[in-house]
């Protein structure tokens, strides 16, 4: 099975900088990694998405943090990142890593894997 890591949350003040990172690991002979994305969920509120990234890189976004976060991965380290800037008090949730596996041998979708999620909490 594939186990997503999380790192890089933790305590800003407003207009402050994080940087999430998640590794992704997987046995290369049996799983590839297609799409990885960021969700996040507040106190009360449904899980969104935030980002998301394809293998070859086009990403998306949720309106909320277009033009302050961006999303990147490392392919062969299976591992994506979401930098994230100009952060609001808005921002603060626990924040999920995700992976869409895809299963080699089989030629086929799998599952998508989620990681423990990491808390990101932006206030003076």
């Known amino acids: 099975q594939v186990q997503l890591v999380e790192s890089g949350g933790g305590l800003v003040q407003p207009g402050g900088s994080l940087r999430l990172s998640c590794a992704a690991s997987?046995?290369?002979?049996?799983?590839?990694?297609?799409?990885m994305g960021w969700y996040r969920q507040a106190p009360g509120k449904q899980r969104e998405l935030v980002a998301a990234?394809?293998?070859?890189?086009?990403?998306n976004y949720s309106d909320s943090v277009k033009g302050r976060f961006t999303i990147s991965r490392h392919n062969a380290k299976n591992t994506v990142y979401l930098q994230m800037n100009s952060l609001k008090p808005e921002d603060t949730a626990v924040y999920y890593c995700?992976?869409?596996?895809?299963?080699?041998?089989?030629?086929?979708?799998?599952?998508?894997?989620w990681g423990q999620g990491t808390q990101v909490t932006v206030s003076s």
């Open positions: 997987a046995n290369a002979t049996i799983f590839s990694i297609n799409t």
């Open positions: 995700t992976a869409e596996v895809y299963n080699i041998l089989a030629g086929e979708y799998e599952y998508d894997a």
């Open positions: 990234i394809i293998r070859g890189g086009s990403t």
